[in-house]
């Protein structure tokens, strides 16, 4: 072979072979931060898919590009990275949103900052409901799963934070006299709806319910829903649509 075609040849492998070698050691034990990551995250889009008896590590593996004997190194069996799923999905969501009870706000800007901070960050993750409704859904078929541990670390913490602000609101006559728990129960739904009725809005009205613009007349209805309904005196929605962007930030 010429001496010029072996130049070339070598120069094409040494152009290929970085490549390569980032695929292999990501389906590898030399990266565990990004092969356990990328698990996760086609974890959650299959999850969401399928739920958890449907889902299939062979798929989760594919999707991640590693195999199926690293899914298992880093995680024990399905049910153990379903749980890896539903902690990174309620985590990420309390690290966003317990800060807002630490600021020195009034009850009023404390609930509705939390309620643009869950907002936003379902919105970055519009995947997450469709995980919880599932995990619901397993409860309500008589499946304990795990929800009494997620309860244990996660909703509970939220629950006691959200309930205390609203009684602090009512007591200083900020608020109406809501019933709490119900009150929580039905903001937490107007939050979260939205997205996982997306897909049929879109069936109904031909229109793409999570463009950026409809998001965020979405973020604006849900606020102004909100205010409406636990406020003593109404509040103009767009002032505090725009006074709780800054907020959030």
């Known amino acids: ?43 959650v889009r299959e999850f969401a898919q399928e739920g958890i008896a449907g889902a299939r590590t062979d798929a989760i593996a594919k999707a991640a590009g590693v195999n199926k004997a690293l899914l298992y190194y880093y995680f024990e069996d399905k049910e153990a990275l379903y749980g890896a799923v539903l902690d990174q999905v309620f985590r990420g969501l309390l690290e ?8 020195d706000l009034t009850s009023g800007q404390e609930i509705l900052t939390y309620v643009g901070v869950h907002f936003d960050y379902i919105a970055s993750h519009p995947l997450y409901p469709r995980i919880v409704q599932g995990e619901m859904m397993r409860v309500s078929r008589g499946k304990v799963g795990q929800i009494q541990r997620v309860s244990k670390e996660y909703f509970h913490p939220l629950f006691s934070r959200i309930e205390n602000t609203l009684k602090q609101g009512i007591a200083s006559g900020e608020f109406r006299a809501v019933h709490v728990q119900h009150f929580i129960q039905s903001m937490g739904s107007v939050i979260v709806s939205y997205f996982n009725s997306a897909p049929v ?42 006074k709780l962007q800054g907020a959030c930030k």
């Open 1 to 43: 072979m010429p001496a010029f075609c072996l130049y070339n040849l070598t120069n094409q492998l040494i152009k290929i072979m970085p490549s390569v070698t980032a695929k292999s050691r990501l389906g590898s034990r030399r990266r565990p931060v990004e092969s356990r990551a990328a698990i996760l995250r086609a974890a």
């Open 96 to 103: 966003n949103v317990l800060p807002v009870f630490a600021r």
């Open 201 to 242: 809005m879109k069936l109904m009205t031909g229109i793409d319910p999570m463009t950026p613009e409809r998001i965020s007349e979405r973020r604006a209805a849900v606020l102004d829903f909100i205010s409406a309904a636990l406020f003593q005196k109404p509040l103009n929605p767009r002032a505090t649509s725009s």
